[in-house]
């Protein structure tokens, strides 16, 4: 599990419907309580402040259903509507009564997609937003986590960004360099979905609009989440969320490589 005050300095390196309201998702199959089997440890509480990218698939839900298979208590609970960027966030009373309200252990910050890819979009817009919330989130004994998005599969050439890869570069650059000034800990699900783009070329991460994330997609970026925040590798969990076992065993390898890098690799 991250530690509060040693592990913040260390960086483990849009389309979408509009949902009126701030939607509260708590994911209660691996919740603190009721559970018939012994779990090691106390209970995580993790708060998710995003946009469609996390609610998609229900990211929480998968994270949860691995970590009762690595035989961890955690409990989710997720604001994230459509489009939203961390700025509307920052203006919502809700957001702002959820990160006081409870007693979260993590609360996660996704920006939205395209937001970080331009220098000027996330200097203006993103940096100043995360920078007001890290304060109440850090202010109710929480740590904060950046979630690393993953790039358009077409790019966004509008900006300069003629495919995938320029444009999950530009992201990476993004979040990099908020978290190094924050010193706010980075869970690199772009970073692993641009290795298994590299090396995986048969997975379908994407869904048709080449933005939000296909079941594999968002399985990887759990996977990815597991891993940083219990500190182990997710290979060989059974929890495969219905996806056919092979696909799984290699999203899981490609999590854990990216948060554990080998050295030498």
């Not at 358009?152 to 509008?158: C, K, T």
Request: proline share 7%.
């Amino acid at each position: 599990m991250l530690q509060n005050n040693s592990y913040r300095g260390m960086l483990v390196l849009i389309v979408s419907c509009i949902v009126l309201g701030v939607i509260v998702l708590r994911t209660q199959s691996a919740s603190c309580s009721g559970f018939a089997l012994p779990f090691a440890g106390p209970c995580m509480r993790l708060l998710f402040i995003g946009n469609s990218y996390t609610s998609v698939n229900d990211l929480p839900a998968m994270l949860a259903g691995l970590a009762r298979s690595g035989g961890h208590r955690l409990e989710t609970a997720a604001l994230t509507n459509g489009g939203w960027r961390l700025a509307d966030h920052l203006a919502a009373t809700e957001t702002l009564d959820t990160i006081r309200s409870s007693q979260w252990d993590y609360v996660v910050l996704q920006e939205q997609s395209q937001i970080p890819a331009v220098e000027a979009l996330r200097t203006t817009q993103m940096y100043p937003a995360a920078r007001a919330l890290i304060q109440p989130i850090e202010e109710s004994g929480a740590t904060p986590l950046f979630f690393v998005t993953w790039g358009h599969r077409g790019g966004w050439p509008e900006r300069g960004l003629p495919d995938y890869r320029p444009m999950q570069a530009q992201i990476l650059q993004g979040y990099s360099a908020l978290a190094s000034e924050l010193a706010v800990p980075l869970v690199p699900v772009g970073s692993a979905w641009q290795a298994a783009v590299r090396e995986y070329p048969q997975l379908q991460l994407w869904q048709s609009d080449g933005s939000h994330p296909s079941a594999q997609g968002t399985y990887l970026a759990a996977c990815v989440f597991y891993a940083v925040l219990f500190q182990e590798s997710p290979e060989g969990l059974r929890y495969t969320a219905n996806l056919p076992p092979v696909i799984a065993r290699d999203l899981q390898q490609i999590a854990g490589r990216i948060v554990f890098p080998v050295a030498g690799e």
